[in-house]
């Protein structure tokens, strides 16, 4: 496919080809968006450069966390019909005054990077067929079980990326507040009045309260351990991306001392929240003394376990450094403030797997249950697997 730029009557084939540099990046991307692109720019027109760009970001944008990532690739990819050219032709843009690799998002350098096939995988250009899936059925089941400890790098980004879509929907508990609908049993009468006097003074409608439901609060504690450091990147992701929603949530790294990652995870970007979390943690691949952590946790952090309701995620092998006593208290005391702790264990990818190291057979009695997080898989049914714990008295 030849593509030129859109002063020449090409606006088309750029599209495409931006949109696929988007879905490179991770942005969800469909032939039916991309169609939109094409009536939302011959709307707007190509007068204005912003008009195309918030016509275009309105029909191929459907997350907030994709937005900033939207407006770096558009950036550098309508910035100058020359850079457009080379960036079609998936070569790395030479413009002057453009913005360095190295400050550019991990996912928007990913996208404008040139992708060669090794030399086995070429063919001649005449045998060449154009195939736009990321990857086939059978390699994406095998990515599926795969464990992320013997991905590839580029295995490992990939992935990485496909974690960020899985959703984590936690259960839901009735909270103290009402709202008025129709189904609850306790009438609401200021809605009553207040719909009467928009009828005559005729009660058309009998408004009712219902408790509303509010998500779990969420507790994560995450091993930065050597023995963690390929699981414990990939969950964070998946961590930020699934629980963005959630109202409360306190995320720590526990390695040989308690580090906040809440103030990371604030950020909206999950690329932004990694490289905010490497810089806030000073211990990482240092060993694991989760009891000392768990006691700073105690004494510093009491208040963020929010109450009787939390659920507690905690991440890690089990291989632990310090003393089983503390941990055996401070674990107890945890166990006591919070409606479940569950030890989400990379180790259980093992057929007969048994948690004989000392620390892992501490958790293994004072956590209400222990749930597999080795692949996409596990991922997969570990929403599942806690609203079942939930429900059990």
Same mark, same amino acid.
């Given at each position: ?212 439901? %509010?998500? &779990?609060?969420? /507790? ?7 023995? !963690?450091? =390929?699981? +414990?990147?990939? $969950? *964070? ?54 009891? %000392?952590? &768990?006691?700073? /946790? ?7 376990? !929010?109450? =009787?309701? +939390?659920?507690? $995620? *905690? ?79």
């Amino acid at each position: 496919m030849q593509l030129g730029d859109a002063r020449h009557g090409k606006l088309a084939d750029n599209l495409v080809g931006f949109s696929r540099a988007l879905r490179r990046a991770g942005v969800p991307m469909d032939s039916a968006r991309i169609a939109l692109a094409g009536e939302a720019a011959t709307w707007v027109g190509l007068a204005r450069r912003d008009d195309l760009g918030a016509a275009l970001e309105a029909v191929l944008v459907s997350r907030e966390q994709d937005r900033a990532i939207f407006r770096e690739l558009f950036d550098a990819f309508f910035r100058d019909p020359k850079v457009a050219s080379k960036l079609l032709a998936q070569l790395l843009p030479s413009a002057e005054g453009r913005a360095e690799p190295s400050k550019r998002r991990p996912r928007v350098r990913e996208a404008l990077a040139p992708r060669t096939p090794p030399l086995a995988q070429r063919r001649p250009a005449e045998d060449q067929v154009d195939i736009d899936a990321v990857m086939t059925a059978s390699s994406a089941q095998r990515l599926r079980h795969a464990d992320f400890n013997a991905l590839g790098i580029a295995e490992y980004r990939l992935v990485e990326r496909l974690a960020r879509d899985i959703p984590l929907p936690l259960p839901t508990l009735a909270t103290r507040r009402t709202a008025p609908d129709c189904r609850g049993a306790r009438a609401h009468w200021p809605g009553v009045m207040r719909r009467a006097a928009h009828t005559g003074g005729e009660c058309l409608e009998l408004p009712r309260l219902q408790r509303r439901r %509010e998500a &779990l609060p969420l /507790l994560v504690l995450v091993d930065i351990s050597g023995s !963690m450091e =390929r699981y +414990t990147r990939l $969950l *964070l992701a998946f961590l930020h991306a699934a629980t963005r929603a959630l109202r409360r949530r306190e995320v720590f790294a526990f390695g040989t001392q308690l580090t906040d990652l809440t103030p990371a995870f604030a950020q909206g970007d999950t690329d932004a929240m990694l490289d905010a979390v490497n810089a806030r943690i000073p211990d990482f691949a240092g060993g694991t003394r989760l009891g %000392e952590s &768990l006691s700073s /946790l105690r004494t510093a952090h009491a208040r963020k376990l !929010m109450g =009787r309701r +939390t659920l507690v $995620l *905690l991440i890690s092998d089990g291989l632990d450094t310090g003393e089983p006593a503390t941990l055996e208290t401070e674990l107890g005391w945890l166990r006591r403030h919070c409606r479940r702790l569950l030890w989400l264990n990379p180790l259980l990818r093992f057929d007969g797997y048994a948690p004989t190291a000392r620390g892992a057979a501490v958790l293994h009695r004072q956590a209400h249950a222990m749930l597999a997080v080795h692949d996409l898989a596990s991922l997969e049914q570990l929403a599942a697997s806690i609203a079942k714990l939930i429900r059990q008295p």
